[in-house]
């Protein structure tokens, strides 16, 4: 079976500081992992994804995420806040037939 | 441009009655996905197909049905049997059924309940 788990609904940081946005995951086969951003009454769009290339994956807009199996994690980086990061954010993991099961996601503020 | 349509943006449900959402694509994918989201509680499945004329049932199937006639749409109806249907409803699709697909979302439909 596969779940993520997302700890802190609600971050709030200081424009220009260290974004962390935590995930966790359980599977009972090796993970495919992915973080999507979502803005307001909008779809949700990939920011990246980690297919086991790479543990430390780049994405879009300045995001990374490093995959440790040994913790279970795929967290969500950014060295610098910008105002335009304000969003909801969400982690998933894929299962059988490309099912995703998703966390419940983080909103994130951003404070001028 | 490619991409994924969903129609309405608003929807507006009287007791009692069915509606239909829409879900169009033409990025040529196999696969197509409902996903109810609430406040709170992320992503929901509602139902997936990996093919045209087959479709499952995801975690919360209830009160709703799909159909799947053609490659690129994929319109789920939203029945008098769900109880509780005031949510936002997205659409998703990727190119097959492997695991480290990207899922690709449609801008997404509001559902309420008069």
């Known amino acids: 079976a596969q779940s993520v788990t997302q700890l802190g609904s609600h971050v709030s940081v200081s424009e220009g500081a260290l974004v962390l946005l935590r995930c966790n995951y359980s599977s009972s086969v090796p993970p495919y992992l992915f973080w999507y951003v979502q803005y307001p009454n909008q779809g949700l769009q990939l920011l990246l994804k980690y297919t086991s290339a790479a543990t430390l994956v780049k994405g879009i807009n300045g995001f990374e995420a490093e995959f440790k199996k040994s913790e279970t994690s795929f967290h969500l980086t950014k060295p610098s806040a910008h105002m335009s990061d304000a969003a909801e954010y969400f982690c998933?993991?894929?299962?059988?037939?490309?099912?995703?099961?998703f966390g419940t996601g983080t909103s994130l503020t951003v404070i001028p | 441009d490619g991409g994924i349509t969903q129609s309405p943006k608003y929807l507006f449900r009287k007791e009692g009655q069915n509606v239909t959402l829409s879900c169009e694509q033409n990025l040529n994918h196999d696969a197509m996905y409902w996903y109810r989201q609430d406040p709170g509680q992320g992503l929901r499945l509602i139902y997936y197909?990996?093919?045209?004329?087959?479709?499952q049932k995801g975690d919360i199937a209830e009160g709703y049905s799909v159909s799947r006639e053609k490659k690129e749409s994929f319109p789920l109806t939203v029945t008098s049997a769900q109880k509780n249907p005031t949510a936002f409803y997205l659409c998703?699709?990727?190119?097959?059924?492997?695991?480290?697909?990207?899922?690709?979302f449609g801008p997404g439909t509001r559902l309420l309940v008069l």
């Open positions: 998933a993991v894929s299962g059988t037939g490309n099912q995703f099961y």
């Open positions: 197909s990996q093919i045209v004329n087959d479709f």
């Open positions: 998703a699709s990727s190119p097959g059924q492997t695991r480290q697909e990207t899922q690709y």
